[in-house]
């Protein structure tokens, strides 16, 4: 008679935690994962890790030549809706550059803007990698891809906010962490590139996920100070900071996947980190797969450390 205690004990210890086995996309290799949620449904955005050949890409190194998105309404069951964006119809891509790498997409005015940083094909005014913009009328497309580049950016891994008065601002990586506004299109800059704060000085940092909770700005990123990169957090009271780094979300990889890289999202009153780690690939970090583990904030707003759930 004392079960139904037992089981409605367990389902409120349980209740708003996620039991999803880690990795939770295996049809492919994913990484880079951006989580949103769109009318009540989770959709993540990652990169698409395929094997680079001596034909295709550069051997030993990662490759990518489109996207796919991934929706769920329970982080358990999920469904791929295929490829959104491919190299070779972005007219500003340098063809066969392979090199699709993290994105995000936000919505705005009903419509779905995918940014996603690869390598131009005319090299004259940018070098390397900037950040393009497609757009959809839905989360899983149809994207248009714009015929150019967002002017003014320079680096990869773009993450966007959309801060409570309207303003959406735009962050990148190019070894530091830059930020600038957006203009209500979403597809110029509204501002020159500026830096957030007093990061850490040393060590590569990318791929910033900015999100706003109970008035605090969290900039959170990967930085790689040793061999592998450590998630990490600096904290501020506006968007373009000044930023004070407070701590680690996420240690270095114990098993040497060399990047790691998130997203942050609350969904049905739980906080959730996705990342990545390379658990269906151990000899070769850069075929990666992505992870979804529950995020708790204490009481005080710091972000309490996230332990992988392993396989
Ligand atoms: O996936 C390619 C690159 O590796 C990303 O852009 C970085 O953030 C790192 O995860």
Redesign the pocket.
């Known amino acids: 008679r004392k079960l139904p205690y037992v089981l409605s004990g367990l389902a409120f210890l349980l209740a708003g935690t996620v039991q999803a086995q880690n990795p939770f996309i295996t049809n492919q290799f994913t990484?880079?994962p951006t989580a949103r949620v769109f009318n009540g449904r989770v959709y993540v955005y990652p990169?698409h890790?395929i094997l680079a050949t001596p034909e295709r890409g550069r051997v030993g190194w990662?490759c990518?030549e489109d996207y796919h998105v991934f929706s769920s309404a329970n982080l358990t069951d999920w469904t791929d809706h295929g490829v959104i964006v491919t190299q070779n119809k972005v007219p500003w891509v340098k063809p066969d550059s392979y090199s699709m790498?993290?994105p995000d997409c936000i919505a705005r005015n009903g419509k779905y803007y995918f940014y996603f940083?690869t390598t131009p094909q005319d090299t004259t005014s940018i070098k390397g990698f900037t950040v393009g913009v497609a757009v959809a009328d839905k989360p899983t497309g149809p994207f248009v891809p714009e015929p150019q580049p967002i002017k003014g950016v320079r680096g990869?891994?773009p993450n966007v906010l959309i801060d409570k008065d309207g303003q959406a601002y735009l962050y990148w990586?190019q070894g530091e962490i830059y930020a600038a506004k957006l203009k209500p299109n979403m597809l110029e800059l509204a501002s020159e590139p500026v830096t957030l704060g007093e990061l850490p000085t040393k060590g590569l940092k990318?791929?910033p996920f900015v999100f706003e909770r109970q008035g605090i700005y969290y900039l959170t990123y990967?930085h790689v100070e040793n061999k592998t990169?450590r998630l990490e957090y600096a904290t501020s009271t506006s968007p373009l900071g000044p930023f004070t780094v407070k701590g680690v979300i996420m240690d270095e990889s114990p098993t040497g996947c060399w990047?790691?890289?998130h997203s942050i999202l609350p969904f049905n009153n739980q906080w959730y980190l996705f990342y990545?780690h390379n658990d269906l690939s151990p000899a070769f970090d850069?075929s990666?797969s992505v992870r979804l583990d529950s995020l708790f904030f204490e009481p005080n707003g710091t972000i309490r450390k996230v332990v992988p759930t392993l396989r």
């Open positions: 990484a880079d990169s890790d990662f990518m790498w993290a940083p990869i891994d990586s990318e791929g990967p990169e990047t790691n890289h990545h850069k990666r």
